[in-house]
């Protein structure tokens, strides 16, 4: 089972972005600001600080989560999935009104 994964609702998105807005990431925070959810920024001029990891790639798309949130979801399929509606005031999915969410579920071993 891949640690990393997207509907295809947020693969739409994600094109979307990319074809808007050139080379794109994810971010997941520790929970600050707008919580947990993930974050879509332009790459280009975005600073990852070095207390985020790299868990994968969406559809080319690196997706960095937080340490600290890393430990909890550790043994966790990521499931990033894009909903209609308002997202995250920062982010790029927003005014194009949906929003990005993530799903989880345990990875068996």
Do not use: W
């Given at each position: 089972?891949?640690?990393?994964?997207?509907?295809?609702?947020?693969?739409?998105?994600?094109?979307?972005?990319?074809?808007?807005h050139?080379?794109i990431l994810?971010?997941?925070s520790?929970?600050c600001?707008?919580?947990?959810?993930p974050m879509?920024?332009q790459?280009?001029?975005?600073?990852?600080?070095?207390?985020?990891?790299?868990?994968?790639?969406?559809?080319?798309?690196?997706?960095?989560?937080?340490?600290t949130?890393?430990?909890y979801?550790?043994?966790?399929?990521?499931?990033?999935?894009?909903?209609?509606?308002?997202?995250?005031s920062?982010s790029?999915?927003?005014?194009?009104?949906?929003a990005?969410?993530?799903r989880?579920?345990?990875?068996?071993?």
């Amino acid at each position: 089972m891949e640690k990393l994964i997207a509907t295809e609702k947020a693969l739409e998105v994600i094109e979307l972005l990319k074809n808007k807005h050139g080379n794109i990431l994810f971010e997941q925070s520790a929970g600050c600001c707008d919580g947990t959810v993930p974050m879509c920024y332009q790459a280009d001029g975005h600073y990852i600080s070095s207390q985020n990891v790299v868990v994968g790639e969406i559809a080319g798309v690196p997706y960095y989560i937080d340490k600290t949130q890393y430990v909890y979801m550790e043994h966790m399929q990521i499931i990033v999935d894009a909903i209609e509606g308002q997202g995250a005031s920062f982010s790029l999915e927003s005014v194009e009104g949906f929003a990005f969410i993530v799903r989880s579920k345990v990875l068996k071993n």
